[in-house]
T-cell receptor, first 112, second 113 residues
Framework: EAQVTQNPRYLITVTGKKLTVTCSQN?????MSWYRQDPGLGLRQIYY???????DKGDVPEGYKVSRKEKRNFPLILESPSPNQTSLYFC???????????FGQGTRLTVV | GQQLNQSPQSMFIQEGEDVSMNCTSS?????WLWYKQEPGEGPVLLIA?????ELTSNGRLTAQFGITRKDSFLNISASIPSDVGIYFC?????????????FGPGTRLSVLP
């Protein structure tokens, strides 16, 4: 089954404790993105990647890092999480030239 | 950056009613997308529009690409409880590598039985 898989689905952590949210897709898509969703603000892009080893900042990259060492994986790294990073995070992938993005089920992160 | 606006922000309707929502921008786009996010899930593409004036249907859903290319509309006929969710519009923006997408803030739909 074609899918985008994020882990974990839920995470509560403390300020400053490094964490990684994983994202994996099995559709051989070139393009992958991370979004955060906050009430009233919709989906804001954090980082995106056009292919292996090619990444760029989205609209709200501060406090986040990403890597794209393999085509299928695009982890989101929070080196020192802060409470304002409490949010619902989505990973998405898309084939080059296609408009349809496939989203994971989301990761709800709470930083206390 | 380019911004999309959606209205209404939220709406409560009775089951069986028709629904209309829109997405506007000050920029011109050559593609409009409509996604639906159900509770606890990620967004899923409903309809894609590629031509000004285009009207496309997907079951009870109909979307239109505005003539000015600065807006798009989504209509849902005879709403049912499973229509509940957040509806996002999205449009492509050029980035350093090709094409990226920007999303609107969403319209939250609640259907009352």
């Amino acid at each position: 089954e074609a899918q985008v898989t994020q882990n974990p689905r839920y995470l509560i952590t403390v300020t400053g404790k490094k964490l990684t949210v994983t994202c994996s897709q099995n559709m051989n898509h070139e393009y992958m993105s991370w979004y955060r969703q906050d009430p009233g603000l919709g989906l804001r892009q954090i980082y995106y990647s056009m292919n292996v080893e090619v990444t760029d900042k989205g609209d709200v990259p501060e406090g986040y890092k990403v890597s794209r060492k393999e085509k299928r994986n695009f982890p989101l790294i929070l080196e020192s999480p802060s409470p304002n990073q409490t949010s619902l995070y989505f990973c998405a992938s898309r084939a080059r030239g296609n408009t349809e993005a496939f989203f994971g089920q989301g990761t709800r992160l709470t930083v206390v | 950056g380019q911004q999309l606006n959606q209205s209404p922000q939220s709406m409560f309707i009775q089951e069986g009613e028709d629904v209309s929502m829109n997405c506007t921008s000050s920029s011109i786009f050559n593609t409009w997308l409509w996604y639906k996010q159900e509770p606890g899930e990620g967004p899923v593409l409903l309809i894609a529009l590629y031509k000004a004036g285009e009207l496309t249907s997907n079951g009870r859903l109909t979307a239109q690409f505005g003539i000015t290319r600065k807006d798009s509309f989504l209509n849902i006929s005879a709403s049912i409880p499973s229509d509940v969710g957040i509806y996002f519009c999205a449009a492509p923006v050029l980035d350093n590598y090709g094409q990226n997408f920007v999303f609107g803030p969403g319209t939250r739909l609640s259907v009352l039985p």
